[in-house]
T-cell receptor
Framework: NAGVTQTPKFRVLKTGQSMTLLCAQDMNHEYMYWYRQDPGMGLRLIHY???????AKGEVPDGYNVSRLKKQNFLLGLESAAPSQTSVYFC?????????????FGPGTRLTVL | GESVGLHLPTLSVQEGDNSIINCAYS??????FIWYKQESGKGPQFIID?????DKRQGQRVTVLLNKTVKHLSLQIAATQPGDSAVYFCAENPPGKNAGGTSYGKLTFGQGTILTVHP
């Protein structure tokens, strides 16, 4: 199993451009999450999904949209990128949303917005 | 231990020493805590977890201690090795706000501690 994969690994955008980050998991997990990680800070939850066709806002959702059209994929979109969105983005998945279910993380996407 | 700010706390140890990484969590109602290890350029990796009804849990070379009185969590690594060098994060699972109290696994992460192990 590949686990959680993320595409792309690196990206540079200009302010105002749009892009989509793709997260895929092959563990048949119900729950998926998008986090951002900024220097000197822990991970902060952007959006999450409790199953195919569902999405919900996390701690820092502004400027992002998500979609979960297929159970194995969770897409994170930036409609109009801003320099404040320069960050490393991590996707995670878990079997369920119960607290005691481990979240498995992808390798991250490093995004720079100029 | 962890603190607010742009500079992560650091811990430097010699190979073979024991390491203790501390974390202060924020929500006294959190019922589950996790330690993650993040190596450079990689995503966080689960190390060990503990439920709030426990005060100690041991794994292979790692022990997590939970002190709910002072909202403090620690990770002890025995016989630290160069491969243990990484950033270590604690995470807490606060209770959910819906009727069932489900938090949907929405973890709150600390800012991390950099562990450097010198050969």
């Amino acid at each position: 199993n590949a686990g959680v994969t993320q595409t792309p690994k690196f990206r540079v955008l200009k302010t105002g451009q749009s892009m989509t980050l793709l997260c895929a998991q092959d563990m048949n997990h119900e729950y998926m999450y998008w986090y951002r990680q900024d220097p000197g800070m822990g991970l902060r939850l952007i959006h999450y999904s409790v199953g195919e066709g569902t999405t919900a806002k996390g701690e820092v959702p502004d400027g992002y949209n998500v979609s979960r059209l297929k159970k194995q994929n969770f897409l994170l979109g930036l409609e109009s990128a801003a320099p404040s969105q320069t960050s490393v983005y991590f996707c995670a998945s878990s079997y369920s949303g119960l607290a005691f279910n481990e979240q498995f993380f992808g390798p991250g996407t490093r995004l720079t917005v100029l | 231990g962890e603190s607010v700010g742009l500079h992560l706390p650091t811990l430097s140890v010699q190979e073979g020493d024991n390491s203790i990484i501390n974390c202060a969590y924020s929500n006294s109602a959190s019922d589950y805590f996790i330690w993650y290890k993040q190596e450079s350029g990689k995503g966080p990796q689960f190390i060990i977890d503990i439920r709030s009804n426990m005060d100690k849990r041991q794994g292979q070379r790692v022990t997590v201690l939970l002190n709910k009185t002072v909202k403090h969590l620690s990770l002890q690594i025995a016989a630290t090795q160069p491969g243990d060098s990484a950033v270590y994060f604690c995470a807490e699972n606060p209770p959910g706000k819906n009727a069932g109290g489900t938090s949907y696994g929405k973890l709150t992460f600390g800012q991390g501690t950099i562990l450097t192990v010198h050969p």
